[in-house]
Nanobody, 120 residues
Framework: QLQASGGGLVQAGGSLTLSCAASGRMFSSYVMGWFRQGPGKEREFVAMVMWDNASTYYADSVKGRFTISRDNAKDTAYLQMESLEVEDTAVYYC???????????????WGQGTQVTVSS
């Protein structure tokens, strides 16, 4: 199971860090990803990180502003978000999968989502 947290209301230009806590075994063997779904929009890829933190990949819209990481000792993945924009407003979901891919189909397990609202 995955539990996402850390969302909230922030002004444009501000920062937030999301966490995704995993329960169960074998967390370190999964690719971890973050997706988001804005109002009236489809779920879109945000970022992903390989099992050992060695490789990361970002959507162009967040590159340079967001940083994904993981702590396998704590079974937790993170998404550090800086220079937030109104367009970043969405429900953010963490996901775990066996394939290093930027599509929802690559992920087997999903968290419940945490709301991020960026005000102007």
């Amino acid at each position: 199971q995955l539990q996402a947290s850390g969302g909230g209301l922030v002004q444009a230009g501000g920062s937030l860090t999301l966490s995704c806590a995993a329960s169960g075994r074998m967390f370190s063997s999964y690719v971890m990803g973050w997706f988001r779904q804005g109002p009236g929009k489809e779920r879109e890829f945000v970022a992903m990180v390989m099992w050992d933190n060695a490789s990361t990949y970002y959507a162009d819209s967040v590159k340079g502003r967001f940083t994904i990481s993981r702590d396998n000792a704590k079974d937790t993945a993170y998404l550090q978000m800086e220079s937030l924009e109104v367009e970043d407003t969405a429900v953010y979901y963490c996901a775990a999968g066996r394939i290093f891919g930027p599509t929802p189909a690559a992920y087997d397990y999903w968290g419940q989502g945490t709301q991020v609202t960026v005000s102007s």
